[in-house]
């Protein structure tokens, strides 16, 4: 497949991991009957009609499982720069790709962020309010609980590392055939269960630098790009560890390769 293909594939995968997973989170969180009476009835109504913290988790974790199945066999759906890192670590992505695939994946979040503030912003009162607007990402201030740097670093290093165990570990030429995307996907819901609240769930630069930009040049709020290093750093950091132990500890070895009948693809 050349590169070109797999590029644009990256980019539309990565543009409905945003569109669904950060627009859920603007779009279907909570929102309000309209036909509520009282205050107190908007509060019930919101309460009851929001897909909440675990609907979002979810349609992260939905993103990816479906896009795997779409696209797996056309790039590899990484989806994510941390994912090229850690696979390339894992000596299953070519360094040469690195740079292409970032690019594809970025532009996907920056085009999915801004087609979600488009359609947020066609609701009377829409603003950039709150510590998350358009579900960024942060810490101290702009983390959902008001985590530390230190607790956000540690939340999204972790967590991505764990998220790239799976990774590699579904797509192993020894693993069963077929259910990577399934794996995957509800490994991305789980750590988005666990970190929402802690830094509104990274593990993915080109997730947190979409909605970023996009607030920080139309809604004045560059303090919240001002925070994106910390998710470029940690997931990228977790990738490359996850990446280098499984090649070192769980890979196959050549001979063990030679002496076992190939099960499945080393791809989603």
Not at 44 to 63: D, E, N, P, R, Y
Not at 89 to 118: N, T
Not at 132 to 145: D, R, W
Request: net charge neutral.
């Amino acid at each position: 497949m050349p590169l070109a293909k797999r590029c644009l594939a990256e980019f539309f995968g990565t543009f409905w991991l945003v569109l669904g997973g950060c627009g859920s989170a603007v779009l279907a969180a909570a929102y309000s009957d309209l036909s509520a009476q009282s205050a107190a009835d908007t509060k019930i109504a919101a309460a009851s009609l929001g897909i909440g913290t675990i609907g979002v988790s979810f349609a992260f974790g939905l993103t990816v499982l479906t896009m795997a199945y779409a696209i797996g066999h056309i790039s590899g759906c990484h989806l994510n720069p941390a994912v090229s890192f850690g696979l390339w670590a894992g000596k299953r992505f070519p360094a040469s790709e690195l740079l292409p695939y970032i690019i594809a994946q970025v532009g996907g979040a920056i085009v999915s962020a801004f087609l979600i503030y488009l359609i947020a912003s066609g609701k009377s009162g829409f603003a950039f309010a709150g510590s998350n607007p358009l579900a960024t990402n942060g810490f101290g201030a702009h983390s959902p609980q008001g985590y530390s740097l230190l607790s956000c670093f540690i939340a999204e290093v972790v967590m991505t590392f764990m998220f790239l165990l799976v990774i590699l570990g579904a797509t192993d030429r020894r693993a069963p055939q077929g259910f990577a995307p399934i794996a995957i996907g509800l490994m991305l819901a789980l750590i988005h269960l666990i970190i929402i609240p802690v830094t509104n769930t990274s593990v993915n630069p080109a997730r947190s630098t979409g909605p970023a930009l996009i607030a920080g040049l139309l809604g004045g709020r560059m303090e919240l790009f001002g925070q994106v290093w910390l998710f470029w750093v940690a997931p990228i950091l977790g990738a490359l560890a996850a990446g280098f132990f499984y090649n070192t500890v769980f890979e196959a070895s050549e001979i063990g390769q030679r002496n076992t009948e190939p099960q499945v693809s080393g791809n989603l």
